[in-house]
């Protein structure tokens, strides 16, 4: 190669350099520095999961009370029940973390499964009233589940982990005894 060349290689690579830096780079930068996403508002606002002393869960005939100790959580009912602490510890953060993916609107409950098959939660703080949310079914796509607090007549959807938790703390309780068989009667029959 000759100087030449190699003199008219610089001068093409300077202002390949030159283009970058004064018409691409800027196009690049305002893309880095974009704007942060706004955050969701929490779905229970006034309430804190450190805050969170006692929890109470409904769902149809079945309730669950746990409260915190200095230990942990413990299940005060129904009696005997052995429930990990952590899981109840989970649920409540969860839900008190539990951020509106979005606001539904106010709309029949029926239509979310507010009413039947729906649990209600009552969480107590170590002061104020306590919260009441109602959960009820999931979403079309599987990735939420509606949710409505008692002080509002609005439908949110909230994350699903707070059924998931809730779901894993109803199979926890013991199930009712089966009913005794009859002495002699084969089995199957």
């Keep these: ?50 805050d969170v002393r006692e929890v109470r869960l409904t769902r149809g005939d079945r309730t669950v009370v746990s409260r915190r100790e200095a230990e942990g959580w413990t299940v005060v009912e129904p009696v005997g029940t052995a429930i990990p602490s952590d899981l109840i510890g989970a649920f409540a953060t969860a839900l008190a973390q539990a951020e509106e993916i979005a606001r539904v609107g106010r709309a029949d409950a029926d239509s979310f499964g507010l009413r039947e098959g729906a649990t209600r939660v009552e969480l107590r703080g170590a002061t104020g009233a306590p919260v009441v949310v109602t959960i009820g079914a999931a979403n079309p796509t599987g990735t939420a589940v509606y949710a409505q607090r008692a002080d509002s007549a609005d439908v949110v959807l909230i994350g699903r982990q707070v059924r998931y938790y809730e779901d894993l703390i109803f199979q926890a309780l013991t199930p009712e005894r089966a009913p005794e068989t009859e002495t002699g009667a084969p089995i199957g029959g």
């Design 1 to 50: 190669m000759r100087w030449r060349q190699v003199a008219v290689a610089y001068v093409v690579l300077a202002g390949l350099a030159a283009e970058y830096w004064l018409v691409e780079r800027p196009r690049v930068r305002p893309e880095r520095e974009a704007a942060p996403e706004p955050t969701r508002p929490r779905f229970l606002p006034v309430l804190s999961p450190a």
